[in-house]
Nanobody, 124 residues
Framework: QVQLVESGGGLVQAGGSLRLSCAAS????????MGWFRQAPGKEREFVAA????????YYADSVKDRFIISRDNAKNTVYLQMNSLKPEDTAVYYC?????????????????WGQGTQVTVSS
């Protein structure tokens, strides 16, 4: 079981940037696709971005495309989410996710394990 710990959340003004990090335990990090999800109050958890095991392919929700960038450093067992041009509607708890088996975590059902979440708040 991969353990995940997110960091980097906080309060930022609209138009600002934040970088989230997710550190994973274990020696098999490079064998898993990784992703980020978010959940706003009263809403379901939704897909944000995903990255393949090697990092060669990335996928984004339409709502964050061209603003967010997912990346990974397999030597550091870490996945990142660079968030630019933040909007108030980006306010949510952001969760790091490991793909279940060989699945790419683009849906909740394809997630093998979750981090504890980190709060991102964007003020207008």
């Amino acid at each position: 079981q991969v353990q995940l710990v997110e960091s980097g959340g906080g309060l930022v003004q609209a138009g600002g940037s934040l970088r989230l990090s997710c550190a994973a335990s274990g020696r098999t990090f490079s064998t898993y696709a990784m992703g980020w999800f978010r959940q706003a109050p009263g809403k379901e958890r939704e897909f944000v971005a995903a990255i393949t095991r090697s990092g060669s392919n990335t996928y984004y929700a339409d709502s964050v495309k061209d603003r967010f960038i997912i990346s990974r450093d397999n030597a550091k067992n870490t996945v990142y989410l660079q968030m630019n041009s933040l909007k108030p509607e980006d306010t949510a708890v952001y969760y790091c996710a490991v793909g279940r088996g060989y699945y790419l975590p683009r849906e909740v059902t394809n997630v093998g394990s979750w981090g504890q979440g980190t709060q991102v708040t964007v003020s207008s």
